[in-house]
């Protein structure tokens, strides 16, 4: 009975013996998939922007290190999130310094990491004109580079010099910023500019240069389409009639300090151009100068202006915001026409008295009208067919807000017809 006892131990322990296994494999996941951005190391001073894309299996986060100094001109967005398939942007701010700059762009996630590095140039260092004697200009601008994008002309210079910084950017067209802060015109010389008659064409026409410390007429118009940023002499006292016309890429002017007079169609057609600040100096501003800035955002009109001419602002279509003065005494015919796509309200001050045709036509966003004016300005204007032709478009539906006890004015007057009327209370 022993004997069988073990036997049967035996063959039950080998029964139960199983044979064995190799380990299961762990299934290696990637952290970071699908990635394929390579180094930006070319790039201009110019901002940039792009985009890029990846997929993460797990939270991750992008994180930006410069080796410059600088900070703060690249960033990502969005620059952190949790798995799946992403799409960045990657912003880089304009370089207005002279030295180049790097940053490296890092995306981690997990025990992963993926880099690519950004180097952006610096904006070229400006070339700069001394003329001691108005009308040898020329000699100087003989020895300046042809790809300068960046000058800055001092001392004196009359008709023919500006004739020279005309043929010198006609020969170049890489010149983006023109500083001319610290140069005096004086009278003498002259130069050729073309001017545009529509259907009768484009003829070349001769401007002299009568008057010191005046930017003359013509200065600049259609001679200088790729210019970016100019800043006029400070000791100018007026702006000619079209002296910027159709500086089209013009994002940046700066004024002259003492400025008295813009003349008509001054900056017509300049279609970049954002801002403008104009000085507290400033009683003139003539008709068109401002007409087809599709992309300035706000105004603000100066006191001691007493008058928007016709056209000042016709075609501005991105304005938002207009500030106009206790100065002003009338508002001409489309001085904002079809220039206010985006504004919703406006205030007229109180010492307007007329209002001229088609001043707001086409203003559809205009929701809200203040007049400050105790008697309603005229708003209609008859012509030699007996027809009536009004301030606002017809059917025009908003609100109208004037001064208190002063309800009736308006009520029965032309204002009636395009406005729902309320008193301020107070």
Not at 81 to 91: A, I, M, P, S
Not at 245 to 270: H, M, Q, Y
């Amino acid at each position: 009975m022993a004997l069988f006892a073990v036997s049967m131990c035996v063959s039950l322990d080998s029964c139960d013996t199983e044979p064995e296994q190799e380990p299961e494999q762990e299934i290696q996941i990637p952290a970071i998939s699908n990635w394929d951005v390579k180094d930006k190391d070319n790039l201009t001073e110019e901002a940039y922007e792009a985009s890029f894309s990846f997929t993460a299996n797990f939270k991750w986060i992008i994180t930006v290190t410069y080796s410059d100094g600088q900070n703060d001109w690249c960033t990502v967005t969005p620059n952190k999130g949790n798995e799946g398939y992403q799409y960045v942007r990657l912003n880089i701010l304009k370089n207005d310094t002279y030295e180049n700059r790097v940053a490296t762009i890092s995306l981690i996630c997990k025990d992963e990491k993926k880099s690519f590095r950004v180097v952006q140039k610096g904006s070229s260092k400006p070339e700069k004109i001394q003329v001691e004697e108005a009308g040898t200009l020329g000699e100087k601008l003989s020895n300046v580079n042809s790809d300068v994008k960046s000058l800055i002309i001092e001392g004196y210079i009359n008709g023919d010099d500006i004739a020279d910084l005309r043929e010198f950017y006609y020969s170049s067209y890489s010149l983006k910023s023109l500083d001319l802060l610290n140069v005096n015109i004086v009278k003498g010389g002259s130069f050729e500019y073309k001017a545009d008659y529509g259907l009768a064409g484009v003829k070349w026409e001769k401007q002299t240069c009568n008057d010191d410390n005046v930017i003359p007429a013509n200065m600049f118009n259609n001679g200088f389409r790729g210019l970016e940023e100019l800043i006029l002499p400070h000791s100018a006292t007026s702006i000619g009639t079209n002296a910027l016309e159709n500086c089209v890429s013009l994002k940046r002017i700066e004024l002259p300090k003492d400025v008295i007079t813009i003349g008509s169609g001054a900056f017509k057609d300049c279609w970049d151009l954002e801002s403008i600040n104009l000085p507290k100096t400033i009683t003139s501003i003539g008709a068109g100068a401002f007409w087809q800035c599709n992309s300035l955002k706000s105004i603000s009109i100066p006191e001691g202006v007493t008058k928007i001419a016709s056209n000042t602002f016709n075609q501005c279509r991105n304005i938002v915001s207009i500030s106009l003065p206790e100065s002003l005494t009338e508002i001409e015919p489309m001085a904002f026409s079809q220039c206010c796509w985006k504004l919703s309200q406006i205030t007229i001050p109180k010492n307007v008295k007329k209002i001229g045709y088609q001043a707001f036509y086409e203003c559809n966003k205009l929701t809200s009208v203040t007049c400050l004016a105790e008697t309603a300005p005229e708003i209609s204007h008859r012509l030699s067919d007996n027809s009536l032709i009004y301030a606002f478009d017809e059917g025009y539906v908003g609100t109208l807000v004037v001064p208190k006890f002063c309800y009736d004015s308006y009520y029965y007057s032309d204002w009636k017809k395009f406005f729902s009327i309320s008193e301020m209370n107070y």
